[in-house]
């Protein structure tokens, strides 16, 4: 099956069994290994990635569901010697350990920041009309879809916070 999707900016035609999920096409078809394969059952958020801006698990979507799309991976947010302010953010506050949740992290809270700027509130967000503080219990809500299995939790909080701060 053809599928037609913009990777990382890039248009990409891909011709895929329909079965194969967008995690799968990335790592194995397109050789972006950024995005990984934790449980593979959308559980711990490895392979989260941006469609259209907003963060999927990419383990549990398939690849032809996204004609058309532009899928943003961690190799789209940054690279080295030209990071965003997250991935200088995880990096100067020790957000990662072993470092294989790190990009679905970077994702997630990119993609996170984006939904507070536009004012969407969480389950926990106390004024729904207001807009959302960066708490650590609004933080963790919001992240909780990505685990780490190393615990650098505190880390991460605080380089989403520091990240937030240079507007990422």
């Given at each position: 099956?053809?599928?037609?999707?913009?990777?990382?900016?890039?248009?990409?035609?891909?011709?895929?069994?329909?079965?194969?999920?967008?995690?799968?096409?990335?790592r194995?078809?397109?050789?972006?290994?950024?995005?990984?394969?934790?449980?593979?059952?959308?559980?711990?958020?490895?392979?989260?990635?941006?469609?259209?801006?907003r963060?999927?698990?990419a383990?549990?979507?398939?690849?032809?569901?996204?004609?058309?799309?532009?899928v943003?991976?961690?190799?789209?947010?940054?690279?080295?010697?030209?990071?965003?302010?997250?991935?200088?953010?995880?990096?100067?506050?020790?957000?990662?350990?072993?470092?294989?949740?790190t990009?679905?992290?970077?994702?997630?809270?990119?993609a996170?920041?984006?939904?507070?700027?536009?004012?969407?509130?969480?389950?926990v967000?106390?004024?729904?009309?207001?807009?959302?503080?960066?708490?650590?219990?609004?933080?963790?809500?919001?992240?909780?879809?990505?685990?780490?299995?190393?615990?650098?939790?505190?880390?991460?909080?605080?380089?989403?916070?520091?990240?937030?701060?240079?507007?990422?």
């Open positions: 099956m053809q599928t037609n999707v913009i990777i990382n900016g890039t248009q990409r035609r891909l011709e895929l069994d329909p079965r194969t999920t967008l995690l799968d096409a990335l194995h078809h397109l050789g972006l290994s950024g995005s990984k394969k934790g449980c593979d059952h959308g559980q711990c958020g490895a392979c989260t990635v941006m469609v259209n801006g963060r999927i698990n383990c549990l979507t398939l690849a032809c569901m996204h004609d058309g799309d532009e943003t991976t961690i190799e789209g947010i940054g690279q080295p010697g030209n990071l965003s302010a997250l991935q200088e953010a995880f990096v100067s506050e020790d957000g990662f350990q072993c470092g294989y949740c990009p679905g992290q970077i994702c997630s809270a990119t996170m920041l984006e939904e507070i700027r536009n004012e969407w509130p969480s389950h967000t106390d004024d729904l009309l207001g807009g959302a503080e960066l708490t650590n219990e609004e933080i963790s809500e919001r992240m909780s879809g990505n685990l780490c299995r190393c615990s650098a939790y505190p880390n991460i909080v605080e380089a989403i916070r520091k990240a937030a701060g240079k507007g990422a």
